[in-house]
């Protein structure tokens, strides 16, 4: 892997995001591995267009920022950013602190040993406390459970924000999904390749409230059901 691009969707989230881009800019990616870091604002409607461009105009980063004009949804900025990424893997970051940026290194000594083509990090993988809800955690086990099910794979974290994929891989999918459905559509499709071997790695996970900010609802939830089954059942 010579190039990875770094995917931000950022939605609303001003109190988070010139840190994340703080700590993202400061990664040192393994084997020298170049990094490309893609920022799409999904039309936020608080303060966090100007935070990231205070971040890029205060540090000389060479980021790149694409501005969607209407909320289109997460899975639709993730579709913005994966048009736009000339890496040899792409993975998706969130703007929130709630995986540890650090850990990308994890997940790429992965492929860089040559171990697997695809890396999960697993927030439920030999951890004590998994973070998050009860609810929230009986949520993803069932949705997790389901794919493995449909999809006939076996992993623990569906619904994980780290996939390393690559690029090659993301811009063939055709993606349809514009909020979080595009999570279960993502594994579904990538599940359909028999070729791709997998692999899941633990990473840290410190979960938000509903009350600092956590956007996902149970009516989420019920589009990742159908999600599973529409992408795990449909013949491509």
């Given at each position: ?37 893609i ?15 205070r ?37 998706i ?37 998994k ?79 509903d ?26």
């Amino acid at each position: 892997m010579n190039k990875l691009s770094i995917l931000i969707p950022v939605y609303n989230e001003d109190e988070t995001i010139f840190k994340v881009l703080q700590i993202i800019d400061d990664l040192v990616l393994i084997d020298s591995i170049e990094k490309e870091v893609i920022i799409i604002n999904d039309s936020s409607s608080d303060s966090s267009k100007s935070e990231i461009e205070r971040y890029l105009n205060e540090m000389g980063s060479k980021f790149i920022l694409v501005n969607h004009d209407i909320n289109k949804g997460k899975g639709a900025a993730i579709q913005t950013g994966i048009k736009k990424a000339t890496g040899d893997y792409i993975i998706i970051q969130d703007a929130d602190l709630e995986l540890n940026p650090s850990e990308i290194n994890h997940l790429l000594q992965v492929v860089q040993n040559k171990t697997a083509d695809i890396v999960y990090g697993s927030r439920f993988l030999n951890q004590d406390k998994k973070g998050g809800t009860f609810i929230s955690n009986m949520a993803n086990s069932f949705l997790t459970w389901l794919s493995n099910f449909v999809f006939r794979i076996k992993i623990t974290d569906m619904e994980t924000c780290y996939k390393l994929v690559p690029a090659t891989e993301f811009k063939s999918l055709k993606l349809q999904e514009q909020r979080f459905g595009f999570e279960p559509e993502i594994t579904a499709k990538l599940a359909k390749n028999k070729t791709l071997r997998w692999a899941e790695i633990p990473i840290t996970y410190n979960a938000r409230t509903d009350e600092e900010g956590k956007k996902i609802g149970w009516k989420d939830g019920l589009r990742a059901i159908w999600c599973i089954l529409y992408y795990g059942l449909k013949k491509y």
